[in-house]
């Protein structure tokens, strides 16, 4: 089965430049999540949905950041105005019932 | 909140050895913890799932134990191979969602 797609791999903006991330979870899987992970720490969940509804949001820095999942497929990620400090790698992830996680490749942000 | 700790040094290990890598967290037992594998510019890959009822769970070369007594996880990788070398992420269950710890780096040598 085809994994968890991510675009773009790469992205490079300047400070309060607005980027958006797109996840395409695999087929079938209700669960989908968002995580940030800063060089040498692990993953960091940003926000969690259930087909189209949100479970968890508590990490998501609400000023800057938004998600929606679109029918309860697709998701996007969207930073607006970016800070230095969200220069991470930002993974997407889904999963059937809520235990193993498929992750993506990951977008690699670089805020200059 | 949960503390995870895992750590931060690097493993070296010979080929052939097993590894053990520690998963240690700070306040309640999680109803489960998992390990992923993540290799540089990847995203993890899940490998293993232990409940708290569980002691011990195998997986071909894998093993993980669970003591909710120490708070501890470890993860054993017996016949270590150089394709083995990767950093390995410990995650618990924390109110249905994933607390993950900073993960180890494993180098394993020929």
């Known amino acids: 089965e085809a994994g968890v797609a991510q675009s773009p791999r790469y992205k490079i903006i300047e400070k309060r430049q607005s980027v958006a991330f797109w996840c395409n979870p695999i087929s079938g899987h209700a669960t989908l999540y968002w995580y940030q992970q800063i060089l040498g720490q692990g993953p960091k969940l940003l926000i969690q949905?259930?087909?189209?509804?949100?479970?968890?949001d508590s990490q998501l820095p609400k000023d800057r950041f938004s998600a929606e999942r679109l029918k309860g497929v697709d998701s996007t990620l969207k930073i607006q105005p970016a800070k230095l400090e969200d220069s991470a790698v930002y993974l997407c992830?889904?999963?059937?019932?809520?235990?193993?996680?498929?992750f993506g490749p990951g977008t690699r942000l670089t805020v200059t | 909140s949960q503390k995870i700790e895992q750590n931060s040094e690097a493993l070296n290990i010979q080929e052939g050895k097993t590894a053990t890598l520690t998963c240690n967290y700070t306040n309640y037992s999680p109803a489960y913890l998992q390990w992923y594998r993540q290799d540089p510019g990847r995203g993890p890959v899940f490998l293993l799932l232990i409940r708290e009822n569980e002691k011990e769970k195998r997986k071909e070369r894998l093993k993980v134990t669970f003591d909710t007594t120490l708070k501890q996880s470890l993860f054993h990788i017996t016949a270590s191979q150089p394709a083995d070398s990767a950093t390995y992420l410990c995650?618990?269950?924390?109110?249905?969602?994933?607390?993950f710890g900073t993960g180890t780096r494993l180098q394993v040598f020929p």
């Open positions: 949905f259930q087909n189209n509804g949100v479970v968890d």
């Open positions: 992830a889904s999963s059937v019932q809520g235990y193993e996680q498929y």
């Open positions: 995650a618990l269950e924390d109110t249905d969602k994933l607390i």
